[in-house]
């Protein structure tokens, strides 16, 4: 019961309602019985204590197995993100064509209308990167839509998964580290431009891996 009360200790009302809906999800899906307390003590390092400090919105924007998933795997980091930085990272959308445009405007409406009527989403996006010179390049996505719906709704945080692919996690890179956007035939041009690299590392992702992370930002910093 030491251990138990220990592992719930500081955390919200709302964390532990959402640790017993994971648990109950997990036995109700996959027949896999797990308490709240087990279900909290498989999260990566303090990432569930501070996702509740720094974007505790996550916990219902997310569906209960995709986060619980997220904030279990020790194969990426966790960090908070600006959804307008994500769109500046991940490969580049043709907007430029009225009917993509038109078809990417109609999904990221049907997010937004999901997220207003309070139904959670399913995945967390992420980004894989790679090392490139003295860069990061980003290598792989999944969630621009879902990061424009959340921008255009005001979100000033979007949870993502940081994959690395052949490089160091976030905790092990210098906090000056730069990344570069993923490539592809829409790339106004190779970012050999300072301007289009992203911030370091330490300016712009509120990494929730590490107890330390959530100091990273100075107090009243954006993520810009």
């Given at each position: 019961?030491?251990?138990?009360?220990?592992?719930?200790?500081?955390?919200?009302?709302?964390?532990?309602?959402?640790?017993?809906?994971?648990?109950?999800?997990?036995?109700?899906?996959?027949?896999?019985?797990?308490?709240?307390?087990?279900?909290?003590?498989?999260?990566?390092?303090?990432?569930?204590?501070?996702?509740?400090?720094?974007?505790?919105?996550?916990?219902?924007?997310?569906?209960?197995?995709?986060?619980?998933?997220?904030?279990?795997?020790?194969?990426?980091?966790?960090?908070?993100?600006?959804?307008?930085?994500?769109?500046?990272?991940?490969?580049?959308?043709?907007?430029?064509?009225?009917?993509?445009?038109?078809?990417?405007?109609?999904?990221?409406?049907?997010?937004?209308?999901?997220?207003?009527?309070?139904?959670?989403?399913?995945?967390?996006?992420?980004?894989?990167?790679?090392?490139?010179?003295?860069?990061?390049?980003?290598?792989?996505?999944?969630?621009?839509?879902?990061?424009?719906?959340?921008?255009?709704?005001?979100y000033q945080g979007?949870?993502?998964?940081?994959?690395?692919?052949?490089?160091?996690?976030?905790?092990?890179?210098?906090?000056?580290?730069?990344?570069?956007q993923q490539l592809?035939?829409?790339?106004?041009?190779?970012?050999?431009?300072?301007?289009?690299?992203?911030?370091?590392?330490?300016?712009?992702?509120?990494?929730?891996?590490?107890?330390?992370?959530?100091?990273?930002?100075?107090?009243?910093?954006?993520?810009?």
């Open positions: 019961m030491a251990v138990a009360s220990k592992l719930l200790k500081g955390l919200s009302e709302e964390t532990i309602l959402w640790l017993r809906s994971v648990a109950r999800k997990l036995e109700e899906s996959y027949n896999i019985p797990k308490t709240p307390e087990e279900v909290a003590e498989e999260t990566v390092d303090d990432r569930l204590r501070n996702l509740q400090e720094a974007a505790p919105e996550m916990f219902r924007l997310y569906q209960d197995l995709p986060l619980q998933r997220s904030l279990s795997n020790r194969d990426v980091d966790l960090g908070l993100i600006d959804p307008e930085r994500f769109k500046t990272l991940a490969a580049p959308l043709p907007m430029q064509d009225p009917l993509v445009r038109k078809e990417i405007d109609s999904n990221i409406k049907q997010i937004q209308d999901l997220v207003e009527a309070g139904i959670p989403l399913s995945d967390i996006p992420f980004l894989r990167y790679s090392p490139e010179g003295k860069i990061q390049r980003i290598v792989g996505h999944e969630g621009r839509h879902r990061n424009r719906a959340l921008e255009g709704l005001g979007s949870l993502v998964e940081f994959s690395p692919y052949g490089a160091l996690p976030l905790k092990s890179l210098p906090p000056e580290t730069r990344f570069g592809n035939e829409y790339s106004p041009t190779i970012d050999t431009d300072e301007k289009v690299l992203s911030p370091a590392l330490k300016d712009f992702i509120k990494i929730l891996t590490v107890p330390a992370a959530l100091s990273q930002i100075p107090e009243g910093a954006t993520y810009e």
